[in-house]
């Protein structure tokens, strides 16, 4: 067993299990640095971390922030569900409406739903492109506007790992007039006070962590051919593109967002508790029941497994894969094993963030771990 650093934060009375479960994934030796938030009823009730931020043993501190990779996609499809409030965006409704060059080549009916909920058959990037072309958002912008999809729309999902974000961010720069990235800060980051950023300027660099990729690629794997390799060399990752400057500056909606667990948490605090936290409305109740809608249930070609996934809008819902407590709770995570998990039946969220990444986007023990023990406390203080 290795040795538990000190464990920093806050723990309220009854729910001392989650610290326990969060020392256990170091005393297993599964961490470097991370962090855990725990919300209930838009109230903090844990707020811990620990270790460090960077191999070199830097001390991971209660400001420190990491990239999320793609628990970034819950900011965005927040950004994107607020419009939906404002009657300015309908889910059903063709991209076409809102991006009209997104028609080409048999997109002129893939609807906004379709691209939230990865059916709308642009999982990867064709032409592929290199990290940097990521960089360039209206090139991205250009070849998905321009791209045939590689199944039919609606038919079927394909995790859309990078290319979901400019999808959704495209629709939000359209319809709204600022990009993703301002329009997630100037109307969600900054009324909630949450320190979480896509896109940012060197003035936040000095608290960031350093993540620590896995051994091995790539993330998808697949057969030569198949829509799970096609995603994953389309634009190849190998975990180290945010330690530059580049990458931290731009607008990567699926997989660049810098946080930790507590300003995810704090974010998704409002969606637990009806669209509204202290005061903060982010949208209306009925367009958070909107998200927990069943969009696609089954195989996911990407994604593959031995048991299906189901998707709302912009989030996945509990399935037989990821078997949740509450019905209508949804989720998300990112490579290497950051977690979010909101559960408006019992007005809880949870989050788990890190930097030494897992090789894998599924079936991650640690963000899990802290989870479960987080519906224990819940539980065992309703008895």
């Given at each position: 067993m290795a040795d538990v650093p000190e464990i920093h934060g806050t723990v309220e009375p009854g729910w001392e299990a989650v610290r326990t479960a969060?020392?256990?994934?170091?005393?297993?030796?599964?961490?470097?640095?991370a962090s855990a938030f725990v919300t209930l009823q838009g109230r903090p009730v844990v707020d811990l971390w620990a270790g460090d931020r960077s191999p070199d043993g830097t001390p991971w501190a209660e400001d420190t922030i990491v990239n999320v990779y793609s628990t970034t996609k819950t900011m965005c499809g927040i950004s994107l569900m607020m419009l939906v409030d404002r009657g300015l965006v309908?889910?059903?409704?063709?991209?076409?409406?809102?991006?009209p060059e997104f028609a080409a080549n048999g997109k002129e009916n893939v609807?906004?739903?379709q691209v939230m909920a990865h059916t709308s058959g642009?999982?990867?990037?064709?032409?592929?492109i290199d990290a940097e072309t990521l960089y360039d958002w209206d090139r991205c912008c250009e070849i998905l506007a321009a791209m045939k999809p590689w199944w039919e729309p609606g038919a079927a999902a394909g995790y859309h790992?990078?290319?979901?974000?400019?999808l959704q961010g495209e629709i939000v720069r359209r319809v709204d007039g600022r990009s993703l990235g301002t329009f997630f800060r100037e109307e969600i980051a900054e009324p909630l006070d949450a320190d979480f950023h896509i896109?940012?300027?060197p003035e936040l660099d000095a608290r960031c962590g350093e993540l620590i990729p896995p051994s091995h690629d790539p993330i998808f794997a697949g057969v030569s051919g198949s829509i799970a390799q096609r995603t994953g060399t389309s634009c190849r990752l190998d975990g180290t593109e945010p330690r530059s400057r580049a990458w931290r500056a731009a607008e990567i909606p699926a997989a660049g967002g810098f946080g930790n667990a507590r300003s995810v948490g704090r974010?998704?605090?409002?969606l637990a508790c009806g669209g509204t936290v202290d005061g903060v409305t982010l949208m209306q109740p009925e367009i958070v029941a909107q998200i927990t809608e069943e969009q696609f249930g089954g195989r996911d070609y990407v994604l593959a497994g031995d048991a299906d996934l189901r998707y709302g809008l912009g989030f996945g819902l509990p399935s037989a894969r990821v078997p949740l407590p509450s019905p209508n709770s949804f989720f998300w995570g990112g490579w290497g094993g950051s977690l979010a998990v909101i559960d408006p039946d019992t007005q809880m969220t949870v989050s788990y963030v890190m930097n030494r990444m897992a090789p894998t986007l599924q079936r991650e023990t640690r963000g899990g771990a802290v989870l479960l023990s987080a519906y224990g406390a819940l539980m065992a203080a309703a008895v």
């Amino acid at each position: 067993m290795a040795d538990v650093p000190e464990i920093h934060g806050t723990v309220e009375p009854g729910w001392e299990a989650v610290r326990t479960a969060f020392a256990r994934n170091f005393e297993k030796g599964l961490e470097v640095g991370a962090s855990a938030f725990v919300t209930l009823q838009g109230r903090p009730v844990v707020d811990l971390w620990a270790g460090d931020r960077s191999p070199d043993g830097t001390p991971w501190a209660e400001d420190t922030i990491v990239n999320v990779y793609s628990t970034t996609k819950t900011m965005c499809g927040i950004s994107l569900m607020m419009l939906v409030d404002r009657g300015l965006v309908e889910p059903h409704e063709p991209v076409a409406t809102y991006w009209p060059e997104f028609a080409a080549n048999g997109k002129e009916n893939v609807t906004v739903a379709q691209v939230m909920a990865h059916t709308s058959g642009l999982a990867g990037f064709e032409p592929a492109i290199d990290a940097e072309t990521l960089y360039d958002w209206d090139r991205c912008c250009e070849i998905l506007a321009a791209m045939k999809p590689w199944w039919e729309p609606g038919a079927a999902a394909g995790y859309h790992a990078i290319t979901h974000g400019y999808l959704q961010g495209e629709i939000v720069r359209r319809v709204d007039g600022r990009s993703l990235g301002t329009f997630f800060r100037e109307e969600i980051a900054e009324p909630l006070d949450a320190d979480f950023h896509i896109g940012f300027g060197p003035e936040l660099d000095a608290r960031c962590g350093e993540l620590i990729p896995p051994s091995h690629d790539p993330i998808f794997a697949g057969v030569s051919g198949s829509i799970a390799q096609r995603t994953g060399t389309s634009c190849r990752l190998d975990g180290t593109e945010p330690r530059s400057r580049a990458w931290r500056a731009a607008e990567i909606p699926a997989a660049g967002g810098f946080g930790n667990a507590r300003s995810v948490g704090r974010i998704h605090s409002a969606l637990a508790c009806g669209g509204t936290v202290d005061g903060v409305t982010l949208m209306q109740p009925e367009i958070v029941a909107q998200i927990t809608e069943e969009q696609f249930g089954g195989r996911d070609y990407v994604l593959a497994g031995d048991a299906d996934l189901r998707y709302g809008l912009g989030f996945g819902l509990p399935s037989a894969r990821v078997p949740l407590p509450s019905p209508n709770s949804f989720f998300w995570g990112g490579w290497g094993g950051s977690l979010a998990v909101i559960d408006p039946d019992t007005q809880m969220t949870v989050s788990y963030v890190m930097n030494r990444m897992a090789p894998t986007l599924q079936r991650e023990t640690r963000g899990g771990a802290v989870l479960l023990s987080a519906y224990g406390a819940l539980m065992a203080a309703a008895v």
